[in-house]
């Protein structure tokens, strides 16, 4: 048998490869793997002075957008297409934790069961993070629609069983009023009632703790009224080591018009006046001071900074970090 050289041994070795490969084509293109049609688990991290902050999604829900801002129609769909997005618009519903070292605390806690199977991913998404839903010691919820509550119960049980729920107490009072239920169109009555209902177990269960806009919180975390999109909407500032974040639940819906025109409401505004005024007031103060933002409807993780262009504003997105 002659020997080959080794320049030989490699020309042979490739033809025959190339051989192979061109009569199984077939076979591969056969074998290829089916679309897997899922993300991955929805978490984003990240540290704000010592505490971890980790944005958790609860999923997206599509949102006929262009019917429920209040502006014009075809402009509203000018902005979507210069943003790449089409009515309806698939929207993130996010929520937050914040880890102190001492505790661990939620912020709002999606939709749950309420609105379909694309949302209600919250405590699978926790749990991807790390965390268990037993872990959690407090949850602050920015206001009281049901897709910042619905995540609160599961299966008729505690779905934090360890948590006590706080929400500022004019919310409270306005969404878990028999009085106001009673009284209110029979379109918004569900609302009333999912309230009721996801927040009855918490307070049998002495875990419900309502607040004044001036109580004190927990340490390195604390309410900010910002009253419009609902009677007693909240923000939250998380603060440590001189850094700060601003979790501002529904002070926007639809980034690519409301960043542009910061005056457009949508329908959900309780007071579209007001809310619209703490909007402003909000991003003019967050980006005067550089403050990282975290909001509960802009794609997530829905964390970034605002910088002021005359009228408007730009958003940022954080830098994506491993932590390490």
């Known amino acids: 048998m002659p020997v080959l050289s080794f320049k030989k041994l490699v020309s042979v070795a490739v033809l025959a490869s190339a051989t192979l490969l061109c009569g199984l084509g077939s076979q591969i293109a056969a074998a290829a793997a089916p679309l897997a049609q899922t993300p991955a688990p929805g978490f984003f991290r990240l540290m704000v002075g010592e505490f971890e902050v980790t944005a958790i999604n609860d999923g997206t829900i599509e949102l006929p957008v262009d019917q429920l801002l209040n502006h014009p129609e075809h402009k509203t769909h000018a902005a979507l297409e210069k943003a790449f997005l089409n009515v309806p618009v698939e929207t993130s519903i996010n929520a937050y934790v ?14 749950g069961a309420l609105f379909g199977p694309t949302l209600g991913k919250l405590v699978a998404n926790l749990q991807a993070s790390g965390y268990e839903p037993e872990q959690v010691d407090d949850i602050y919820i920015t206001h009281l629609h049901t897709d910042h509550i619905g995540g609160l119960v599961s299966e008729n049980a505690l779905a934090f069983p360890n948590a ?20 209110a169109p029979a379109e918004e009555k569900a609302s009333y009632e999912a309230a009721i209902a996801l927040l009855t177990p918490y307070q049998a269960a002495g875990k419900f703790a309502p607040f004044h806009h001036k109580t004190p ?6 309410a900010i009224s910002t009253y419009g999109h609902t009677v007693g909407h909240s923000a939250y500032e998380v603060e440590s080591q001189g850094q700060k974040l601003w ?3 529904d002070l926007i819906h639809v980034a690519a018009v ?7 409401t949508i329908a959900f505004d309780t007071d579209k006046k007001k809310a619209a005024a703490e909007r402003e007031r ?3 103060q967050a980006a005067k001071e550089g403050i990282l933002i975290g909001a509960a409807h802009i794609q997530f993780p829905g964390l970034g900074h605002l910088r002021k262009k005359g009228h408007s504003y730009e958003w940022i997105p954080v830098n994506f970090t491993q932590l390490n």
């Not at 914040?98 to 939709?111: C, Q």
């Open 247 to 249: 979790l501002i639940g």
């Open 164 to 183: 006590v729920v706080h929400v500022d107490k004019k919310d409270a009072d306005f969404w878990l009023s028999q009085d106001n239920l009673n009284n």
């Open 98 to 111: 914040i880890n102190t070292g001492d505790r661990l605390i939620l912020i709002d806690a999606g939709a």
């Open 217 to 222: 919180l927990t340490p390195g975390i604390k």
């Open 258 to 264: 409301q960043l542009d025109h910061p005056k457009v």
């Open 282 to 284: 909000i991003f003019k």
